[in-house]
């Protein structure tokens, strides 16, 4: 277990950031919040949207603290849509079973995935092409970060990790795809705590955990 202070001093200025969550529910208020703190801006933000204006990682984008974003939608989140039209907010959207497998490919270690989604389309431009079995498909390159947040409902002592409902979609792909993965936990218990059936993501990926202060995003959709 970590103080979040000490978490503070891996956060800078123009660094790759991946943040977990769905729709705002699953993202680490705690280390989102530590992060704003930190004063860090230029950020490069992977994330499945945008949150809301006060939820998930909706408030760095409000400040105006992210400088790229690839993401599948930023609809919930106007600040999003708005810096985005000024010019002041770089997207790269991606489709969001194609964003999930980016992340998994690049916490594989693969150098990227062969899609036929958005061949001769908008997203088509520029993207390598390549031909297998006779069939044509897209080369969508793997995403990694130098840092993931992550939240679980549950940690023990050495990183196992298990999540609750919709939280799971992207936390556990983003957990093994960062350089430095950052856990804040619902609850840590001992060694052998943990049903080992539950545990989506096993301990040799995360490097750091913290207790949670509780979250922000339980009645988002509302």
């Given at each position: 277990m970590t103080?979040?202070?000490?978490?503070?001093?891996?956060?800078?200025?123009?660094?790759?950031l991946m943040v977990g969550g769905f729709g705002g529910v699953g993202s680490p208020p705690s280390l989102l919040r530590a992060l704003l703190e930190s004063g860090a801006t230029e950020l490069?933000?992977?994330?499945?949207?945008?949150?809301?204006p006060d939820i998930g990682v909706g408030r760095l984008v409000r400040q105006?603290?992210?400088?790229?974003?690839?993401?599948?939608?930023i609809g919930s989140n106007p600040f999003a849509g708005k810096l985005m039209t000024e010019g002041q907010l770089q997207v790269e959207f991606s489709p969001q079973g194609t964003l999930a497998e980016r992340i998994r490919a690049g916490g594989a270690g693969l150098g990227g995935i062969l899609l036929d989604v958005g061949l001769d389309s908008i997203i088509d431009g520029g993207k390598q092409r390549v031909q297998v079995?006779?069939?044509?498909?897209?080369?969508?390159?793997?995403?990694?970060?130098?840092?993931?947040?992550v939240f679980a409902k549950q940690a023990d002592a050495f990183g196992n990790l298990?999540?609750?409902?919709?939280?799971?979609?992207m936390n556990p792909l983003m957990a093994m795809a960062g350089d430095i993965?950052?856990?804040?936990?619902?609850?840590?218990v001992p060694l052998g705590g943990?049903?080992?059936?539950?545990?989506?993501?096993p301990g040799i990926f995360v490097d750091y955990i913290?207790?949670?202060?509780?979250?922000?995003?339980?009645w988002a959709w509302e």
């Open positions: 103080d979040i202070q000490q978490i503070q001093t891996h956060f800078r200025s123009g660094m790759t490069h933000l992977i994330s499945n949207d945008t949150g809301f105006g603290r992210i400088r790229s974003l690839v993401t599948s939608h079995g006779g069939k044509d498909y897209l080369v969508e390159e793997a995403l990694t970060a130098e840092i993931s947040l298990v999540f609750d409902k919709s939280a799971r979609n993965t950052i856990v804040e936990a619902e609850e840590i943990l049903d080992p059936e539950g545990i989506a993501v913290v207790p949670s202060k509780g979250v922000d995003w339980t």
